[in-house]
């Protein structure tokens, strides 16, 4: 029974991906809490996601620090609080070592179960359906977004960076899908084309950009946060992008959304939501992983050359037609 005034700690991925998909947990909890006071723990570079949520009266940035120190800093931050409920996420010590009422763990050996991230997550509660991630985002942020890409005309938004080289599409892959969207009689004929990606993701999205018109395109490679990005997608018409946390912004902000995979499950990290779909490379993730040979390092090559441009432009255009009956 809700009082009206719980308490609530809510510790997500440091990863944006993640920490996205865990929204709408964060959603359900302020909807059934209506007053309640909740603090949100993530990654930095998730923490414009929660600063306008309902209910977040403080977001705390776990920078990694060596044997563990960020967990003894959070538990520092949150110890001397009585929490009615402690959501972790990550399966760490914190939820056992405060006091609190209600606890919710999520049990992290059940990642290889075939459900979705989302599912997962809702059965931490018992939802069904599961609450869908969403975006929060205030007025500023909104307008900021409206003025990087304004409306007006159709808007390609691409996401060619990802968090690992090996399941990045190639750059040359993604500026010549493009080409070919935004090209006389095309699907997004002479539409801008607007390249996302976040700080320190500049040279990876440099091929992109030089293979592409600069008179179409709109760059906003590490000069924008998460949020900003959020609002920036809201007014585009379509996004390309590989697994990473770009493209489940995208998907949440109901954004027609394609997500290429390769080394990833897309039964767990697909695309959320009733515009979202997601290509693969002809081969399965198995497939991929099991080569001989396989490189998992992190200057891995792409490991998705075999999904070709071809194959990425008809299912944008089967996907675009099929939403919206062209």
């Keep these: 029974m809700a009082t ?21 947990l964060l959603d359900h909890l302020v909807h059934k809490y209506r ?25 705390i940035p776990m920078t990694k620090q060596k044997t563990s120190g960020h967990w003894v800093k959070l ?60 975006v929060w985002l205030a007025k500023e942020t909104r ?7 304004p409306k007006g005309s159709p808007v ?18 993604f500026a010549e899908a493009a080409r070919q969207l935004t090209a006389p009689g095309a699907l997004f004929a002479d539409a801008r084309i607007a390249i996302f990606g976040g700080p ?3 040279e990876m999205a440099a091929p992109v950009l030089q293979g592409l018109p600069a008179d179409k395109v709109i760059n906003l490679v590490g000069k924008v946060d998460v949020g900003t990005a959020a609002a920036a997608l809201i007014q585009c018409s379509y996004f390309i992008g590989n697994d990473s946390g770009l493209m489940h912004i995208a998907a949440s902000v109901g954004v027609p959304t394609l997500g290429l995979f390769g080394p990833s ?30 490189d998992y390092s ?11 441009v071809e194959a990425v432009v008809e299912a944008t255009n089967d996907h675009f037609n099929g939403l919206f009956g062209g």
């Design 143 to 149: 307008a900021a977004g409206a003025e990087l890409v």
């Design 75 to 134: 538990w520092r931050d949150v110890v001397s609080t009585k929490w009615d409920i402690v959501v972790d996420l990550r399966a760490s010590a914190i939820a056992w070592l405060l006091l609190a009422d209600k606890r919710y763990v999520l049990d992290t050996g059940k990642s290889a179960e075939p459900v979705h991230r989302v599912i997962q997550l809702g059965n931490l509660m018992d939802l069904d359906p599961p609450p869908n991630p969403r």
């Design 200 to 202: 320190g993701e500049e």
């Design 4 to 24: 009206g005034s719980e308490k609530i700690l809510f510790i997500t991925s440091n990863r944006i991906g993640d920490a996205m998909l865990s929204t709408g």
């Design 156 to 173: 390609l938004a691409l996401g060619p960076t990802a968090n690992w080289t090996g399941k990045q599409w190639p750059a040359e892959n």
């Design 265 to 294: 499950r897309e039964e767990h990290y697909a695309p959320w939501g009733m515009f979202a779909k997601a290509i693969r490379t002809p081969e399965s993730y198995e497939q991929i992983v099991g080569k001989d040979g396989y």
């Design 35 to 59: 007053e309640s006071e909740v603090t949100v723990a993530c990654g930095p570079a998730a923490v414009p996601l929660f600063e306008a949520a309902n209910n977040v009266v403080s977001v």
């Design 298 to 308: 992190a200057t891995a090559e792409s490991h998705m050359q075999s999904l070709t």
